[in-house]
């Protein structure tokens, strides 16, 4: 979304004015939603937006006889959601919720998060290609995560919701969402540096899936490389995670044990792809101000216990993160200060997860993994 023309007071002015609105057909109203403060919606707009924005059509009906203007939308709570629009789904209203906070900071001057830009159908079919896990497709699909929701899902949220029951499957992608994060949900710095490696065996940070099974064929080791499809093995795991070692991609590539010399040559390659860049990763974090990267921290981070916040509902404590781009001078020691909960004069976000919210370190995708064995996935 164009977040710049949101704050435009004259585009505004020629949309809004005179009741114009009204003349609008569905498309226009769609780029009314995406240029003007959602305050200013009338209830064309709205129904416009939760249509064609949020791919909700199922609920047009409910909105357009309960939502009539955008200020509305701004106050909905979770109940209002479930009871007054009919959305049932879990996971549709936490979308809602997400994208309503999102907007809600829009008001306040803020710029629109760019993991709204990344829109259901990206997630489903380009993103999870890339972390190399398409076969859950369906799944994301269904559910409608987009950009946002992807930076609220949490291990149980996979398991629940998504049906995803593979330990190694849900840090895959969990650390997917941790690269995401660390380049602030921008799809197009993501896919820069992707071209830039992708006939040169450097940043592997940023590696699709098929990227490391290219390297994988690269290094001479085409003959085991097929066994990495649909394995969730991409650039992220490799860096991120320093449990994931020469054993773990040995395994997953079907290398059997007894090739020694096989596995040595395995060992040297990573040995020299991956020398420097856990460095680098860790001072991308640091210029970032998001302090160090929590899977750097532990020699164990690929299990995670249970949440120790009983009080909060499944749902309601999914929602732990924010996708925001930190500021400038965000340091770790004023990050861990900050509340970083959504605004406690709105209603959109039950009491109990706003008094709750955890600091940034712990809300990390990854915060408190163990090692899990990759077995040949």
Request: proline share 4%; charged share 25%.
């Amino acid at each position: 979304m164009d977040s710049d023309n949101l704050s435009s007071p004259t585009r505004r002015s020629l949309s809004l004015s005179d009741g114009s609105e009204d003349q609008l057909d569905r498309l226009q109203q769609v780029e009314l939603a995406r240029t003007t403060h959602m305050s200013q919606w009338r209830a064309g707009t709205v129904q416009a937006w939760l249509e064609v924005v949020m791919a909700m059509p199922m609920y047009i009906r409910t909105c357009s006889e309960n939502v009539k203007s955008g200020r509305v939308l701004l106050g909905l709570t979770d109940e209002d959601l479930e009871l007054g629009l009919g959305v049932s789904s879990v996971m549709h209203r936490r979308k809602l919720r997400l994208a309503i906070e999102d907007y809600r900071d829009a008001e306040n001057g803020k710029e629109l998060s760019k993991a709204g830009d990344l829109d259901h159908h990206w997630v489903a079919k380009a993103w999870l290609s890339d972390v190399g896990l398409p076969q859950y497709s369906q799944a994301f699909h269904t559910h409608l995560v987009d950009g946002r929701m992807l930076n609220s899902l949490t291990r149980h949220d996979l398991e629940r919701y998504l049906n995803i029951t593979k330990k190694f499957h849900q840090v895959s992608l969990l650390l997917g969402i941790e690269l995401l994060q660390l380049l602030s949900f921008d799809k197009e710095v993501l896919q820069t540096r992707r071209i830039q490696c992708e006939h040169q065996n450097e940043d592997p940070l940023v590696w699709t899936s098929h990227r490391v099974i290219k390297w994988i064929r690269d290094v001479d080791l085409k003959e085991f490389a097929d066994n990495l499809l649909h394995s969730g093995i991409h650039g992220a795991v490799i860096v991120l995670d320093p449990t994931f070692n020469t054993d773990a991609m040995a395994t997953a590539l079907g290398i059997p044990g007894s090739k020694h010399m096989v596995r040595r040559h395995l060992d040297e390659e990573m040995k020299t792809l991956l020398d420097s860049v856990r460095t680098d990763a860790k001072m991308d974090y640091e210029r970032l101000g998001l302090g160090t990267p929590p899977a750097l921290l532990r020699q164990n981070s690929l299990s995670r216990p249970p949440s120790s916040n009983s009080r909060l509902t499944d749902d309601e404590g999914s929602l732990r993160r924010r996708a925001v781009k930190p500021p400038s001078g965000f340091s770790p020691k004023n990050r861990n200060g900050r509340d970083l909960s959504c605004h406690s004069n709105y209603g959109s976000l039950p009491r109990e997860v706003r008094d709750h919210t955890p600091t940034r370190a712990e809300r990390s995708p990854i915060h408190g993994y163990s090692s899990i064995e990759v077995t040949n996935v």
